[in-house]
């Protein structure tokens, strides 16, 4: 059946199965990033056009949770994601050169940008992070 044939919840239900099986085949944060002991990601959400926008999440990863950085959009009508491993990579190539401590990234979170179809999601997402160094 094609995404485009499918309903909102349809094509949400795919993305969350796709996530979760990206998710189990990521490595262990201990194995793709020793360096950090944790990584906490606080995320702020607004939205222009709806004034109810979804209330803020935060997100803690541990040496033993899966190095995955990939959100879905919290609108339960969008099937956008959040991407931030190209984010975190960076981060992590830092090395020991001091990080700032609050590091910031503004992502927006669009459905169906991969399909090259108008957006229908409007929210910005403020993203903030605390990588913790091991040892």
């Known amino acids: ?3 485009s044939t499918l309903s909102p919840e349809a094509r949400r239900n795919l993305l969350r199965e796709k996530q979760r099986r990206n998710r189990m ?3 262990e944060l201990r194995v793709q990033f020793p360096q950090f002991a944790s990584l906490r990601f606080d995320f702020a959400y607004s939205d222009d056009e709806n004034p109810q926008a979804p209330v803020p999440q935060s997100i803690v990863l541990h040496p033993p949770a899966r190095a995955y950085f990939v959100y879905p959009c919290p609108h339960a009508s969008c099937t956008g994601e959040i991407d931030l491993a190209a984010n ?3 981060i ?3 090395g020991k050169a001091p990080l700032p401590v609050t590091p910031v990234a503004r992502v927006s979170a669009y459905a169906a ?3 090259r179809r108008p957006a229908t999601c409007t929210s ?3 993203s903030r992070w605390e990588p913790e160094r091991s040892g």
């Open 92 to 94: 992590a190539e830092a």
């Open 124 to 126: 910005n997402i403020r």
């Open 25 to 27: 085949a990521a490595k």
């Open 1 to 3: 059946m094609k995404a």
């Open 88 to 90: 975190v990579d960076q």
């Open 113 to 115: 940008a991969k399909e």
